[in-house]
């Protein structure tokens, strides 16, 4: 049974200062529980920007509360995809605009393989696609 949630927003800061995204999970067909579910599969944002001097975005190595609070004890196999790290950033000089700005780097994607809320398994994106392809 493959179930399919909608695709959450690109995440926002909060007043206190945190990344956060706005996540569901999808409801479940009809005479299925929880217990149904063996596998989950979601992506963390891949969004990266600057606020306020602090640079913010998804990273699948870091499990969102509402991993932790419900696919923890929903399943023993979580799959998230997404940036295998935050995003950094630095001032630099821009020669076209003459100004310092904020250079942001993403860190690559890939997935992290959870089992029993424990991280068992990172990959880059291009070890997925050559799994996939072979």
Not at 13 to 27: K, M, R, S
Request: proline share 4%; charged share 20%.
């Amino acid at each position: 049974m493959i179930v399919r949630g909608e695709s959450g927003n690109k995440g926002v800061v909060t007043a206190d200062g945190e990344f956060q995204t706005i996540e569901n999970l999808p409801g479940l067909p009809d005479g299925k529980t929880l217990s149904d579910i063996e596998v989950t599969i979601h992506g963390h944002s891949t969004n990266a920007f600057e606020q306020d001097g602090k640079i913010y975005g998804g990273d699948a190595t870091t499990r969102s509360e509402v991993d932790g609070a419900n696919l923890t004890f929903i399943t023993t196999t979580s799959i998230i995809t997404g940036p295998l790290g935050q995003p950094t950033g630095e001032q630099k000089f821009n020669p076209m605009t003459g100004n310092m700005e904020v250079q942001i780097t993403k860190q690559p994607n890939g997935i992290v393989i959870y089992k029993a809320g424990t991280e068992y398994l990172r990959l880059t994106e291009k070890a997925v696609r050559n799994i996939i392809k072979n």
